[in-house]
């Protein structure tokens, strides 16, 4: 069965530091996706990005970067210089198969961006 | 406004009540997903439907039930309500058919999210 693990609950950080959110996945399926999700204060989920099993190159976006790793099973997400409006609940989701589309949620971790 | 509508935002009602949590996907999207946040349980997947028909059922208990219909807008009905039922409950909706009308069943879609339905059980 699939297994989405964020072993952080809780990380506070000062505005400006980087800071990295674990993310360790299982699954038996050689084909599968990998997400991560924000959801702020206020509640709603967002994506952020999707990585497939095939793609292991890390991607950049503007502060946010991701580290896909199949050799650990982990898909580890950085935010460089963060802001208090990255403070938010940070899912890391993954979800099975080729045509699989339901996903299974990590527990998430709490990023708190003190000012 | 991430497309996907859910309606009412807030409900509190009693236990041994029956409620009904209604979604609109984003225009075009045929896909529809059920889940529950909770304390204690976290994001878990309740039901997908397809185009009108059940696709995939997660953690949904029997007094849970859901469809969708022929405009593809969704209801999850919850009934015999107990004090765990407390949650958020989010639609979610995926999958555009192709301008050739094809659906692109490979790969993973993402999953755009409402803003979500937070029922209390008092």
């Known amino acids: 069965a699939q297994k989405v693990t964020q072993a952080q609950t809780e990380i506070s950080v000062v505005e400006k530091e980087d800071v990295t959110l674990d993310c360790v996945y299982e699954?038996?399926?050689?084909?599968?996706?990998l997400f991560w999700y924000k959801q702020p204060p206020s509640g709603e989920l967002v994506f952020l990005i999707r990585r497939n099993s095939f793609d292991e190159q890390n991607e950049i976006s503007g502060r946010y970067s991701w580290n896909f790793q199949k050799s650990t099973s982990s898909f580890n997400f950085t935010i460089t210089a963060s802001q208090v409006v990255d403070s938010a609940v940070y899912f890391c989701a993954l979800s099975e198969g080729a045509g699989a589309n339901n996903l299974f949620f990590g527990t998430g971790t709490r990023l708190t961006v003190i000012p | 406004d991430s497309g996907v509508t859910q309606t009412p935002k807030h409900l509190i009602t009693a236990t041994g009540q029956r409620v009904t949590l209604r979604c609109s996907p984003r225009s075009g999207d045929l896909s529809v997903y059920w889940y529950q946040q909770s304390l204690d349980q976290g994001l878990q997947f309740l039901i997908q439907y397809y185009n009108g028909e059940e696709r995939a059922k997660g953690n949904i208990l029997e007094r849970f039930s859901a469809q969708q219909f022929p405009d593809l807008h969704s209801e999850l009905n919850l009934s015999s309500l107990e004090l765990g039922d407390s949650a958020l409950y989010f639609c979610a909706s995926s999958v555009k058919p192709l301008p050739s009308g094809q659906i692109v069943t490979s790969g993973a879609n993402v999953l755009t999210f409402g803003a979500g339905s937070r029922l209390t059980v008092l």
């Open positions: 699954t038996r399926d050689t084909t599968y996706y």
